[in-house]
């Protein structure tokens, strides 16, 4: 009897661990003011038509590397932005896969963001204006989980179109190699 | 009964959405014929069954009241009754035989409902695309000549008298497509197309709503549905498969150019010009829609701005993310958005 309930109470203790396991904030705006500088970008080539796009007074969001919810976002803008149009499903195509260890500028959450909000010379577009901060955060931690570099039970698991690749979640982790471009 | 029905349906289900003018959400106020067989089968369920509830309540008062009444002084009854079980068991065997037919007449209304659904007549009817998306629908109006189909969102106009043949389609979870006034409920499974027809034969607004918990805002999945005079009802087809009409006035030029330049366009349509993308409602005619959100708020250039500013604080986990951009910049916008018509 009381090892019947001791097994109960167990049981209820590992169900409750399930609960509360991920808070999705979605109020996050206004966390900073004008964090980046408003200096155009690197890139000239820019999606839709040409202009300044939106100057945003503050800043929304955060790299949250710690959220499932956040990198499936991620994922998704991934699709509907139409990064899979150069990247492919990370395997590169256009442009360099992002599936291995090798990071022409760097892998760093920052870099990272640099990299889509500014763009880089040799074909990737400046997205200034154009997708806002906290779906650009959003969009790095997806990128890092795409070469392992965030924690697998974090890193989505499930892809709504086919994929070739195994789910983000079940890839090795790389060790990223600044060194070594293309 | 029906003054407490309308009452308890505006107090449950039209007061979280604020002060709009409710459509009509009544499955027993039939719009249409499909809404009036489901309303009939409804009513014949509700007879029949409070039928055998009123005569087993009888039964059991009747029974109460008959049991032998007995005190400390009565004796012991143990002769053999067989009479008695005898009529016992005549009475059983009829309520038994009320109770399969009262079930059996039951099923084939049922059944016979069904066929009455089924053979709504399709002859020159409108079809019509809905594809549901967490938490919004988009509505695309066929037509055999490609140049005349055209695409809205969260409302669907019908011609009055003329059937309604809806192809339905899921983008992501399951749905399920209600419009009480004018039929049940179609389930949207992803990766499957169901259809639902229906005619409605009386002019007028009609609530429709998504019926299949779908996630955090399943609750504000709403669309409108307007049943127009046909005549009516081309002209305002007309009026949509025209091309968004170019700004006149400074600000809506800045709007524009704002809405082509920035993050409006990687998700928002607007034809006429180079948004063209899919992932967020057609905005085309957006001044014209009665409310923003699927339902959420009445479509005032105060709320827009609101929503566009932050979409998170009205509808927490919807897609369109915050636009922390300058006040003129955000007028710019709803300015531009307001000539939509």
């Known amino acids: 009897m009381t090892k019947a309930m001791a097994i109960g109470v167990a049981g209820v203790i590992v169900l409750m661990s399930g609960c509360e396991r991920e808070e999705r904030d979605f109020d996050r705006t206004a966390l900073r003011s004008n964090?980046?500088?408003?200096?155009?970008?690197?890139?000239?080539?820019?999606?839709?038509?040409?202009?300044?796009?939106?100057?945003?007074?503050?800043?929304?969001?955060?790299?949250?590397?710690?959220?499932?919810?956040?990198?499936?976002?991620?994922?998704?803008?991934?699709?509907?932005?139409?990064?899979?149009?150069?990247?492919?499903?990370?395997?590169?195509?256009?442009?360099?896969?992002?599936?291995?260890?090798?990071?022409?500028?760097?892998?760093?959450?920052?870099?990272?963001?640099?990299?889509?909000?500014?763009?880089?010379?040799?074909?990737?577009?400046?997205?200034?204006?154009?997708?806002?901060?906290?779906?650009?955060?959003?969009?790095?931690?997806?990128?890092?989980?795409?070469?392992g570099l965030i924690s697998p039970d974090v890193a989505p698991n499930r892809s709504d179109g086919m994929a070739g690749a195994p789910p983000e979640g079940r890839r090795e982790p790389t060790r990223p190699d600044e060194n070594k471009p293309k | 009964?029906?003054?407490?029905?309308?009452?308890?349906?505006?107090?449950?289900?039209?007061?979280?959405?604020?002060?709009?003018?409710s459509p009509a959400h009544d499955a027993l106020r039939a719009a249409g014929p499909q809404a009036a067989h489901i309303a009939d089968l409804w009513w014949l369920t509700l007879g029949v069954c409070a039928f055998v509830f009123v005569a087993v309540l009888a039964a059991l008062a009747w029974a109460l009241w008959r049991t032998p009444r007995s005190d400390a002084g009565t004796p012991a009854d143990a002769a053999p009754a067989p009479a008695a079980e005898k009529r016992i068991g005549r009475r059983v065997t009829v309520a038994v035989t009320i109770s399969s037919v009262l079930l059996i007449g039951l099923l084939i209304a049922s059944v016979m409902t069904d066929r009455a659904l089924a053979h709504l007549s399709l002859d020159d009817a409108l079809h019509v695309q809905v594809t549901a998306h967490q938490w919004w629908w988009t509505v695309t109006y066929d037509d055999r000549q490609p140049e005349r189909i055209f695409t809205t969102a969260n409302e669907l106009y019908v011609p009055v008298g003329r059937p309604v043949l809806v192809t339905l389609h899921s983008d992501d979870v399951i749905h399920s497509f209600w419009v009480p006034s004018l039929h049940g409920k179609k389930d949207l499974i992803p990766g499957r197309v169901a259809t639902i027809q229906f005619r409605a034969d009386q002019p007028g607004e009609y609530l429709g709503e998504c019926a299949e918990f779908c996630g955090l805002q399943h609750a504000f999945m709403a669309f409108d549905v307007v049943a127009l005079a046909p005549a009516q009802f081309e002209a305002w087809a007309d009026a949509h498969r025209k091309p968004a009409a170019e700004p006149e006035d400074a600000a809506a030029r800045r709007g524009r150019d704002l809405f082509l330049?920035?993050?409006?366009?990687?998700?928002?349509?607007?034809?006429?010009?180079s948004a063209n993308a899919h992932k967020a409602p057609d905005l085309t005619h957006f001044a014209s829609r009665a409310r923003i959100g699927a339902g959420r708020l009445p479509n005032t250039p105060a709320n827009l701005a609101a929503w566009i500013a932050d979409p998170q604080k009205i509808k927490p986990g919807v897609n369109m993310p915050a636009h922390l951009i300058p006040g003129d910049d955000l007028g710019a916008l709803v300015a531009y958005l307001g000539t939509l018509r």
């Not at chain 1, 899979?84 to 990370?90: L, R």
């Open chain 2, 1 to 21: 009964m029906s003054a407490a029905h309308r009452a308890w349906l505006a107090a449950v289900s039209i007061a979280p959405i604020g002060a709009i003018a």
């Open chain 1, 35 to 147: 964090p980046r500088a408003q200096a155009d970008g690197m890139a000239d080539l820019q999606p839709g038509q040409p202009g300044r796009g939106m100057r945003p007074t503050a800043s929304a969001g955060g790299y949250n590397p710690n959220s499932a919810y956040e990198v499936a976002q991620g994922k998704q803008w991934f699709r509907w932005y139409n990064c899979v149009g150069c990247h492919a499903q990370g395997g590169g195509a256009i442009g360099p896969a992002l599936m291995d260890d090798k990071w022409i500028y760097g892998s760093t959450p920052d870099t990272i963001f640099a990299t889509i909000v500014d763009g880089r010379p040799n074909g990737m577009p400046s997205f200034r204006g154009r997708i806002p901060e906290a779906q650009v955060w959003q969009l790095v931690a997806y990128v890092r989980s795409m070469s």
């Open chain 2, 261 to 273: 330049s920035g993050s409006c366009m990687l998700c928002h349509a607007i034809q006429g010009t």
